[in-house]
């Protein structure tokens, strides 16, 4: 069935993070974590170092409502650059405050620029950068009267 997932690059610390996430979302990955090392030898493709062979080239979880994140670790041998910014924010839509409030302290633990799950006029809402450099918002939209 089709659906859409989050992709998001990290620069050798993927497998920490998602272990991280796992936790959080108390869920489990989709499949096996899979290594740079796994990854047949391709032409032209420069020889790993040891370190790089253990970086993540695929890992997959689901989240909530049916979204999935996925990651892989650049590799700064093969001319791969992060620029961390503000360019991808995960929004999450938990159905009470009490989640969107148990997301955002595991979240934000260690992280920075947060501003804690409150009431707005459209409802609950807060957002954090988690201590991976990951944007997450928190948002639970009031109900029409």
Partial sequence: MAHTSIYLNFMGNAEEAFNHY?????????????????????????????????????????????????????????????????NVTISLNPDTKDEADRLFKELSSGGKEDIPPHDEFWGYWGTCKDRFGIRWMFNITNQPK
Avoid: C, W, Y
């Fill in 22 to 86: 796992k936790k959080v979302f108390r869920t489990e990955f989709s499949a096996p974590i899979i290594k740079m090392g796994s990854i047949p030898n391709q032409e032209g493709m420069p020889p790993l170092s040891e370190a790089e062979k253990n970086k993540v080239m695929h890992v997959a979880l689901p989240i909530l409502g049916g979204t999935e994140i996925m990651a892989t670790d650049m590799l700064e041998s093969m001319g791969h650059k992060l620029v961390e910014g503000n």
